[in-house]
C-alpha cells in the first residue's frame, strides 16, 4: 500500500502561535496530496489541494519531495482553527487502489 | 446546492438487527465510498465504487455490504451488526477523471450497536 502519515495524533498551540501539521507520505513518482479539515460535529472538508499552491483560512502546505512531506503550516494560529485535519491521498486513487490515509491529527489551540 | 445526503444522522439499535444507512449525491458524481471514523485510527475505508454495478472492498469491509444499482446512491448494509461496528460513518464521492480528486463527504452517522 502506499501510505500517507501524520506522526501527531495531538498538537496544542496557544492562539497567536506558529504550527505545522505534519505528513509524509510513500509514494513514488509525483504525488498529489491533501488537506482535510473536519470542525466539531460537521463533515470532512476540503482545506488544501497540493496542485494549487494557494492559502486557506491563512493555512498554506508545500509539497516536498526529497523529505516526502506535505506539512501544513499557518504562522498564527486561531482559536478557531481547533478541530481534526487529514492528510489524504487523492480519490479515486487511480492505478493503485490501496492508498492510506493519515490517522489525522487533533490541533486545540488555547486562549 | 451541490451535496452528499446520508440517513440516518444517528442510530441505536441491537445486535444482529439489519440496517442500512442510505447515501446519495447529486454532483453526478462516478466514485463513491464508505468510510467509519474511530478515536485513534482516523478514517478507514470500507467500500467504494467507481460507477454503476461496479464495488469494490476497502480495508474493513468485513460486516457490511454495499450496492450501486443508480449513480446517485450508495447504501451501506449490516446484515447482521454487532457492538464493534460501532462508529462514527461517512459517505463520500468524487469525480472520476476530475482535476482534483478532492473527495465531498457527508454529514456523518452516528451508529450504535447495543
Known amino acids: 500500500a502506499q501510505r500517507v502519515t501524520q506522526p501527531e495524533k495531538l498538537l496544542s498551540v496557544f492562539k497567536g502561535a506558529p504550527v505545522e501539521l505534519k505528513c509524509n507520505y510513500s509514494y513514488s513518482g509525483s504525488p498529489e496530496l491533501f488537506w482535510y479539515v473536519q470542525y466539531s460535529r460537521q463533515r470532512l472538508q476540503l482545506l488544501l489541494r497540493h496542485i494549487s499552491r494557494e492559502s486557506i483560512k491563512g493555512f498554506t502546505a508545500d509539497l516536498n519531495k526529497g523529505e516526502t512531506s506535505f506539512h501544513l503550516k499557518k504562522p498564527f494560529a486561531q482559536e478557531e482553527d481547533s478541530a481534526m485535519y487529514y492528510c489524504a491521498p487523492p480519490t479515486p486513487p487511480g492505478n493503485n487502489r490501496k492508498l492510506i490515509w493519515g490517522l489525522g491529527t487533533s490541533l486545540a489551540v488555547n486562549p | 446546492e451541490a451535496q452528499v445526503t446520508q440517513n440516518p444522522r444517528y442510530l441505536i439499535t441491537v445486535t444482529g438487527k439489519k440496517l442500512t444507512v442510505t447515501c446519495s449525491q447529486n454532483?453526478?458524481?462516478?466514485?463513491m465510498s464508505w468510510y467509519r471514523q474511530d478515536p485513534g485510527l482516523g478514517l478507514r475505508q470500507i467500500y467504494y465504487s467507481m460507477n454503476v454495478e461496479v464495488t469494490d472492498k476497502g480495508d474493513v469491509p468485513e460486516g457490511y455490504k454495499v450496492s450501486r444499482k443508480e449513480k446517485r446512491n450508495f447504501p451501506l448494509i449490516l446484515e447482521s451488526p454487532s457492538p464493534n461496528q460501532t462508529s462514527l460513518y461517512f459517505c463520500?464521492?468524487?469525480?472520476?477523471?476530475?482535476?482534483?480528486?478532492?473527495?465531498?463527504f457527508g454529514e456523518g452517522s452516528r451508529l450504535t450497536v447495543l
Open positions: 463520500a464521492s468524487s469525480l472520476l477523471g476530475g482535476p482534483t480528486g478532492e473527495l465531498f
Open positions: 454532483m453526478n458524481h462516478e466514485y
